[in-house]
């Protein structure tokens, strides 16, 4: 098995940017929420759309980043 201290460092790095990536994502959608229902302007809809997007997709590779450190991890030892 590599480096335990090695691996346990990568583990908590990889925990704490999935938590932080949560907690970015559900202000993101918030704020793009309460901005696309109270505005009357179609660009600034779209652009909240667009928004709200980019967080899903942020979060989504933050996610398969985990995953994938939980792969290799697995696959090491």
Not at 31 to 43: D, E, K, V
Not at 52 to 60: C, N, Q, S, T, V
Request: no cysteine.
């Amino acid at each position: 098995m590599p480096d335990a201290p090695l691996v346990d460092a990568i583990s908590r790095m990889t925990a704490i940017l999935v938590d932080l990536a949560g907690g970015l994502f559900t202000l993101v959608m918030v704020y793009s929420g309460i901005r696309f229902m109270l505005s009357h302007n179609p660009r600034a809809v779209q652009s909240s759309k667009e928004l709200m997007a980019r967080a899903a997709i942020g979060l989504a590779l933050v996610l398969m980043v985990d995953m994938l450190r939980q792969l290799i991890q697995y696959v090491v030892s």
